[in-house]
């Protein structure tokens, strides 16, 4: 009877962690560069890129905007969702998203207003 349970508690722990392991291997393949458009709800188009840069559950890199490359503040990953801030002047841009592997959604807000994009992974360089 003990070796039937210590069998279960054994398979339930290793199970725990093979999960915990996958989840940190696919937020870690969020690194690098992603682009994408963002529609405003007046019709206009701008385009997106981020750098993105995985530290445990630290979320940093940059945004290119019409400023210039900004930093990711209090970026937080949660599984396979993230949220993080990028400041222009006096403007606090708050972003939400989710990880797909191929993809990511990000959920951008803005002075009330909220618009949704999908970013895939730039091209490699050569």
């Not at 291997?25 to 890129?49: C, D, F, Q, R, V």
């Not at 949220?83 to 403007?91: H, R």
Request: aromatic letters at 8%; proline letters at 5%.
């Amino acid at each position: 009877m003990k070796t039937t349970a210590m069998k279960k508690t054994f398979l339930t722990l290793a199970l725990v962690t093979v999960c915990i392991a996958v989840c940190f291997a696919a937020i870690a393949g969020i690194a690098g560069k992603w682009e994408g458009k963002l529609k405003t709800e007046t019709g206009e188009i701008y385009p997106l890129l981020y750098n993105f840069q995985i530290d445990g559950d630290k979320l940093t890199g940059t945004a290119k905007t019409p400023k210039g490359d900004m930093p990711i503040e209090d970026g937080k990953i949660t599984g396979d969702s993230f949220k993080f801030t990028v400041s222009i002047e006096d403007i606090h841009i708050a972003h939400t998203g989710k990880f797909y592997g191929d993809s990511v959604g990000v959920d951008i807000e803005a002075n009330g207003s909220k618009v949704h994009s999908t970013l895939k992974r730039c091209p490699p360089t050569p």
